[in-house]
């Protein structure tokens, strides 16, 4: 089978250092299964793993994808030969830049019906990691009722993350606050079901302020820590809860966290699969919640931009665009 991969680390302006290989068609073991991927999506995860060290040679990667079940482990239960399937996979193997790709079923739902392959690879990353950001972390209520009152800050609305974020959070009666500065993120943002859009390229506190509210019950950052972590620790209420998927380049003092009794996860939705945790079905949970819906209307997808053909060309392409940080919603690639 095609696989596009590489052989060592490299930044894109080095060149394009993709490649494509012909590698063995895998065989599934016991409860894993063989999809025949369709489409699949292209995240910042994919951007940072692509500089780390390569430990096994060629390190193809890719999370999102959406395909056809081809064939099952011995042990599989959930799914069947032709089923249409999409989930996000595990950094701790070949990826979903490839014709075919093993998965565990634990990993794996049902793709929503309603919308097509490329629409449902826009879900699986992002929706698992506000999910769990949402209902692990911050601990909400699937009762909407119960959330009422009370706000979120999600900082990058616009962003593949925030765009479903802002789906779920308001779906569970939560105020949704979210940052974004130019006309077509804030309306993004707004159509995503954004209560309150703010400019993060001005005070925030002031904006918040300026609606009358003076601090937030949770905030979700979903781009650089580093520049937001005081911001946040301003923001948020007492007691309240601080959630970033974006690791720390400098050190912090995690002291100024003290006084308010504030709360701070780092989330990474990929703890699950990479340390095989005895609750690793929950990705499977929160996607087939997510699929339900989706085919409910209750939410939508957020693919944007679609490339036809998984190609070297077209992946180091992706690659740049998602580096340049202009991205609304999800960018897909059509294998």
Wanted: hydrophobic fraction near 35%; charge should be negative.
């Amino acid at each position: 089978m095609k696989a596009l991969g590489f052989e060592q680390p490299f930044n894109l302006g080095e060149g394009n250092h993709f490649k494509a290989y012909d590698i063995d068609l895998p065989q599934p073991r016991d409860t894993e299964i063989l999809v025949k991927v369709n489409s699949i999506s292209v995240n910042p995860v994919d951007t940072k793993q692509r500089q780390l060290p390569v430990s096994h040679s060629p390190r193809i990667l890719g999370f999102d994808a959406v395909g056809i079940v081809e064939s099952i482990g011995k042990n599989v239960s959930m799914f069947k030969e032709g089923d249409r399937v999409f989930y996000s996979g595990s950094p701790i193997q070949h990826g979903s830049n490839a014709e075919y790709q093993l998965i565990d079923e634990q990993l794996v739902a049902h793709a929503p019906e309603n919308v097509s392959d490329e629409q449902a690879a826009s879900l699986p990353l992002t929706g698992i990691t506000a999910s769990e950001t949402l209902f692990d972390c911050f601990n909400i209520s699937e009762r909407s009722k119960d959330n009422e009152g009370k706000s979120i800050l999600i900082i990058n609305g616009a962003g593949g993350v925030g765009s479903i974020a802002t789906q779920i959070a308001h779906h569970y009666g939560l105020q949704v606050i979210t940052t974004a500065s130019r006309d077509e993120t804030k309306k993004w943002c707004y159509d995503m079901g954004a209560d309150i859009v703010i400019n993060h390229k001005k005070d925030l506190k002031q904006q918040i302020s300026q609606q009358g509210i003076e601090e937030v019950d949770y905030i979700f950052c979903t781009f650089n820590t580093d520049m937001y972590y005081e911001t946040m620790i301003d923001l948020i209420r007492p007691r309240g809860h601080i959630a970033t998927i974006v690791a720390f380049n400098e050190k912090q003092d995690l002291n100024l966290l003290k006084s308010k009794s504030i709360s701070f996860s780092h989330e990474f939705m990929f703890a699950r699969p990479v340390h095989q945790t005895r609750d690793m079905i929950k990705h499977h949970d929160y996607l087939k919640d997510i699929a339900i819906k989706i085919e409910q209307g209750v939410y939508q997808p957020t693919t944007t931009k679609v490339i036809e053909g998984l190609t070297v060309d077209n992946l180091y392409k992706a690659h740049q665009i998602l580096e340049s940080h202009t991205m609304i919603g999800k960018l897909v690639i059509n294998i």
